[in-house]
């Protein structure tokens, strides 16, 4: 089924123009493809799945790196900064990945449907993990692609395959990590209400003991379980958004590195711009003249469109 999906994938790669990620007729998932392996990449994640049908690729998110190839998929819960490298590709058999945001709706409707629910601890675990992506999975992805070449089925068919996705996911081995990220009467669901109100409110100075009382938690409790979930510490956090932010201004917009460091909440360029160098490797300046030559150079080496 492995090898059914990355055909399926090359395929469609074979058939775009421009550079990866390749976006499809359902707005909610993007083809990824890579000739080659590739520096780090710093993004935010959302509730997502990312499934490796050929090659491998490695995420760290705060200090963990979890490194996930063919018949394996990234799972993300919550909404959080990370870096992604893709380590393992070549001309002749690219890292071919196929993402999908995750509806926490219908995982919830599947949920409450269930004869068995998965039990969820009283702890608040990670958010982010690998899970393997083979037999029932496998093929619900392999139908995701396949449905592409039919786009007046896709309102009509992709939330029954979601729906399926959501099923065997909450019975599988990981069923009970996955109902404490999506489920509305988990203990991770206060925090992440706290994190939607950070990420809204990044460009302001937000203290902890008010995420705390968003959370209905203690700032001790809050901070710990917070970081259980993101692997960052709430400040971590909000400093990787606005960097990122910031990143994003700087390479898509133009912005000269003064403006960008305030308009995403600092104060001083200064410190926006020791920040930015611990966090990207290079100054401001330096780091996107770099990425912009990347961008050109992906451009360059993508395949004619068949």
């Known amino acids: 089924m492995a090898n059914e999906l990355a055909q399926a994938l090359l395929r469609f790669t074979n058939k775009q123009t421009g550079a990866s990620p390749f976006a499809t007729a359902i707005d909610t998932m993007i083809v990824m493809r890579s000739d080659q392996p590739k520096p780090p990449a710093h993004m935010i994640s959302r509730p997502a799945l990312c499934v490796v049908a050929q090659g491998a690729k490695w995420a760290t998110i705060g200090g963990n790196r979890l490194e996930y190839r063919a018949g394996q998929a990234l799972l993300i819960g919550v909404e959080t900064p990370s870096i992604g490298q893709v380590v393992e590709a070549h001309p002749g058999e690219p890292c071919l990945v196929l993402a999908f945001e995750l509806d926490l709706a219908i995982m919830r409707s599947v949920a409450e449907e269930l004869e068995h629910p998965p039990g969820m601890s009283g702890e608040i675990g990670h958010g982010v993990f690998v899970t393997d992506f083979q037999g029932p999975l496998a093929d619900c992805a392999l139908r995701l692609v396949r449905l592409l070449d039919t786009p007046k089925a896709i309102p009509a068919l992709y939330p029954v395959i ?132 990347v961008l050109h150079a992906d451009r360059d080496a993508m395949p004619d469109a068949a």
């Open 162 to 293: 979601m729906r399926e996705i959501c099923y065997w996911l909450l019975t599988g081995p990981h069923g009970g990590e996955v109902a404490r990220i999506a489920l509305a009467n988990s203990p991770s669901r206060n925090v992440i209400g706290a994190l939607h109100s950070l990420r809204d409110r990044f460009r302001e100075a937000v203290r902890v003991d008010e995420l705390a009382a968003i959370a209905r938690m203690s700032p001790s409790a809050f901070h710990r379980q917070f970081k259980a979930l993101t692997a960052l510490t709430p400040l971590q956090y909000q400093k990787q958004l606005r960097l990122l932010e910031a990143r994003r201004l700087l390479v898509s917009r133009s912005f000269n590195v003064e403006t960008a460091a305030f308009e995403v909440g600092y104060e001083s360029p200064s410190q926006f711009s020791r920040e930015y160098t611990r966090m990207f490797g290079a100054p401001p300046k330096r780091d996107v003249k770099h990425l912009q030559a």
